[in-house]
Nanobody, 125 residues
């Protein structure tokens, strides 16, 4: 069992930046792909970004590409999501997830077995 804890959420003005962290309870996180998803009020949860087990491959949704960067530090059992040029439409609860995703499956919730509780990000205009 892997427990994931997100942190770093908060309120920021449009154009600002935040860095989210996802810390795992076990070192075995290094074998898992990690993804960030988000869910805005009244909307379905959507894929944001993912990184493979080694950090050598990353994947982004079109809506965040060029603004968000996902990285990982396996020695610290932590994955980061650097969010720049934030927009009001980025407002959502952000969740990190871990699983044995593989090529083609990184974008789908079903590829991930473990989920955090989420952290709120609010971007004001």
């Amino acid at each position: 069992q892997v427990q994931l804890v997100e942190s770093g959420g908060g309120m920021v003005q449009a154009g600002g930046s935040l860095r989210l962290s996802c810390t795992a309870s076990r070192r075995t996180i290094s074998i898992y792909a990690i993804a960030w998803f988000r869910q805005a009020p009244g909307k379905d949860r959507e894929f944001v970004a993912a990184i493979n087990w080694s950090g050598g491959s990353t994947y982004y949704s079109d809506s965040v590409k060029g603004r968000f960067t996902i990285t990982r530090d396996n020695a610290k059992n932590t994955v980061y999501l650097q969010m720049n040029s934030l927009k009001p439409e980025d407002t959502a609860v952000y969740y990190c997830a871990a699983g044995r995703a593989y090529r083609g499956s990184y974008y789908y919730e079903t590829a991930y077995d473990y989920w955090g509780q989420g952290t709120q990000v609010t971007v004001s205009s």
